[in-house]
């Protein structure tokens, strides 16, 4: 029963470090999503993949990257990582149009 | 540029009274979902709205979406501490499954 996993849990790095934070669903969901929330500002779209194959740009693409590996699992890439990127960040998936995203237990990043 | 405005951003209530929270959007849309989140924790699914006036009830929360106003409202009945937690509305721009948050009203229900 696991639903949507994200790793790691935790992770501090270093300005200009990269790193990928790895999101799986085990729900055969088709619709997968990176999520970041800030203090006050909700959660902002990263980036979006309809399906296995397609990816589109969210509110706050800048500084990241996705793969679509195939339908479980959805990564996100930070390629030079900068303190603005510290943030609690959430992988989630969704069946079918109409219907609600099931979220991950967050990745809780630091970038020093 | 799309907008979900939620208000108030804190509410802070005894128990036994009700409330509102309002959850506005800039984008046309008759999809609506609101979501709840505990502290330090991950975001639960509350209720989904698919259609201008629809009305969804559980427990003491009951939420209704005005597709025409553009507003979405959460109701609060007789509030209980185990409410007491973060509110979100997502409003789904474009009717595909592609889920816009507001900023989140946290709650806090006093015994």
């Known amino acids: 029963n696991a639903g949507v996993t994200q790793t790691p849990k935790f992770q501090v790095l270093k300005t200009g470090q990269s790193m990928t934070l790895q999101c799986a669903q085990d729900m055969n969901h088709n619709s997968m999503y990176w999520y970041r929330q800030d203090p006050g500002m909700g959660l902002r779209l990263i980036y979006y993949s309809a399906s296995e194959g397609t990816t589109d740009k969210g509110e706050v693409p800048n500084g990241y990257n996705v793969s679509r590996l195939n339908k479980r699992e959805f990564s996100l890439r930070l390629e030079s990582a900068a303190p603005s990127q510290t943030s609690v960040y959430f992988c989630?998936?969704?069946?079918?149009?109409?219907?609600?995203?099931?979220f991950g237990q967050g990745t809780r990043l630091t970038v020093v | 540029e799309l907008k979900v405005e939620q208000n108030p951003l804190f509410l802070s209530m005894q128990e036994g009274k009700n409330y509102t929270i309002y959850c506005n959007y800039s984008?046309?849309?008759?999809?609506l979902y609101w979501y709840r989140q505990d502290p330090g924790k991950s975001l639960e699914s509350l209720f989904v709205l698919l259609s201008n006036g629809a009305v969804k009830q559980e427990g003491r929360l009951m939420a209704s979406l005005d597709t025409k106003a553009r507003l979405s409202t959460l109701h609060i009945t007789a509030a209980v501490h185990d409410l007491s937690a973060t509110y979100f509305c997502?409003?789904?721009?474009?009717?595909?499954?592609?889920?816009?948050f507001g900023s989140g009203t946290k709650l806090n229900v006093k015994p």
């Open positions: 989630a998936s969704s069946a079918q149009l109409n219907t609600e995203a099931f």
């Open positions: 984008t046309t849309s008759d999809r």
């Open positions: 997502a409003v789904d721009v474009d009717n595909f499954n592609k889920f816009y």
